[in-house]
């Protein structure tokens, strides 16, 4: 099944060199064969938002479809460490954007490490921090990064001129923003004002724009925020999920947040522990920094963004010890599971189109996300009666089932539902 072009037949595919060489209904022989009757043949699943870029997680990605994993939200800086790091050692694609955050954290010597807690939180920038700010995401592009990793509600004192000026570089660079919007919810200033910034500057700059967990964004106003984006002609991307995921001490749980966010502490749920917080373990846990998983997704909200044609998928995943969110390793194969399969709320063809082709074309990347000759083999085979997602809130890091064969770049990585070890063919993805 491929979603570019509509393929859906029973074919033979060779593959040579990494790369897909033929498709054909004739028999065709190889060195290595993989029997693949009763399976369905999709392009590899790429998640262009998981924070999870370590073999942890690249591992959980594999079990679950995913040939390619991108950090495009936070983005990561400085950008070319961040990729030599990696070369050589992943057991999937990956890649990432030259984030605002981690440049932000170092010019004002925050003492966050994945997002700010203070400094970049509560101060406003200089006009020469910003200005080396700036500087600093010129030169992760200038390495090739995939883009401007922006967000805007984890550097609350960020101006709408300095967020204007990264969208004015984004279109001289011929790129696109990711972005985490400023406010979310109902109250105003709230989602549809934060959209409205990042869509006015969008349009008046010329720069392109892309915007994460509409559904974590928007909850129950996602109908008029998909609208919105809709008439805008940008992209979005959602979870499967009725709940997201942050650190507790960063910004987003500033006083106001439960105005903000409709909910209560109970609503929120600690990783490490799995316990639901009152208000003296909230004051506790934000003291000491950590990673929370916040309930606040209407389930119908949840499932008009899955189901939506433009909506991309994306996991915003994150294991780390085995500790973390469902998404992190769950998120494709619960697509597939649960509202393909199950609810029967939308095509296997139209699931497979938000994890494979929409994302390649947002990312500009012609030779990912499609089964055609001359494109890489990276190739997810899974059971469309069997795939499951395992993960849950309370034990998030166990393997998604069904998914039987992965292969990135010509390398079988899951064979017979087991990871291959000691192999590592994923290659950087770079603009």
């Known amino acids: 099944m491929d979603p570019d072009s509509g393929l859906d037949a029973v074919r033979n595919i060779g593959v040579t060199n990494g790369k897909i060489r033929t498709l054909t209904s004739k028999s065709i022989k190889g060195k290595d064969t993989i029997q693949a009757k009763g399976l369905i043949v999709s392009p590899g699943f790429i998640d262009i938002h998981s924070h999870g870029q370590d073999d942890e ?35 999937i694609n990956f890649g990432a954007a030259s984030g605002h955050i981690p440049a932000r954290i170092a010019v004002m010597h925050d003492s966050g490490t994945f997002l700010p807690r203070d400094n970049a939180v509560n101060q406003t920038a200089t006009a020469a921090q910003i200005k080396q700010t700036i500087d600093d995401v010129k030169a992760g592009l200038n390495d090739r990064a995939l883009g401007i ?15 204007y000026d990264l969208f004015k570089l984004a279109a ?19 989602v549809i004002d ?88 909230f004051r506790k846990y934000r003291e000491q920094g950590g990673s ?14 899955v189901v939506h044609p433009g909506v991309i998928i994306a996991s915003d995943g994150l294991i780390e010890n085995g500790k973390g969110h469902p998404r992190g390793a769950g998120t494709y194969a619960r697509v597939l599971a649960r509202y393909v399969r199950e609810q029967k709320a939308m095509s296997t063809m139209e699931a497979l189109r938000k994890m494979t082709v929409l994302p390649a074309k947002r990312l500009n990347l012609p030779n ?12 997810t085979l899974f059971d469309p009666a069997k795939v499951l997602d395992k993960a849950t809130y309370e034990n998030p890091a166990q393997y998604s089932e069904g998914i039987p064969y992965v292969i990135v770049n010509g390398v079988p990585i899951v064979r017979e539902g087991q990871i291959k070890t000691s192999i590592y063919p994923g290659k950087p993805v770079r603009r």
């Open 57 to 91: 997680n690249y591992r959980y990605k594999a079990r679950d479809g995913v040939t390619t994993a991108l950090e495009m939200e936070v983005g990561v800086w400085p950008v070319d460490p961040w990729y030599k790091a990696r070369e050589g050692k992943a057991l």
């Open 149 to 163: 990793g922006l967000g805007i509600a984890y550097l609350p004192t960020t101006s709408r001129e300095e967020i």
């Open 172 to 190: 001289e660079r011929h790129t696109a923003v990711y972005v985490h919007m400023r406010n979310p919810g109902p109250i105003e200033p709230g």
């Open 194 to 281: 934060s959209l409205q910034e990042v869509i006015a500057d969008a349009k008046s700059t010329g720069a392109e724009v892309h915007i994460v967990h509409i559904t974590s964004m928007a909850m129950r106003q996602t109908p008029i925020a998909l609208e919105m984006i809709d008439g805008a002609k940008v992209t979005t991307e959602c979870y499967p999920y009725t709940a997201g995921q942050t650190r507790l001490e960063s910004a987003v749980f500033d006083p106001g947040w439960q105005e903000k966010l409709g909910i209560s502490f109970n609503d929120l749920q600690w990783v490490l522990t799995g316990e639901r917080l009152t208000d003296e373990t």
């Open 292 to 305: 929370v998983v916040i309930h606040s997704i209407p389930e119908d909200d949840a499932k008009m963004a």
């Open 368 to 379: 990912k996300g499609r089964l055609k000759e001359g494109a890489d083999a990276d190739i």
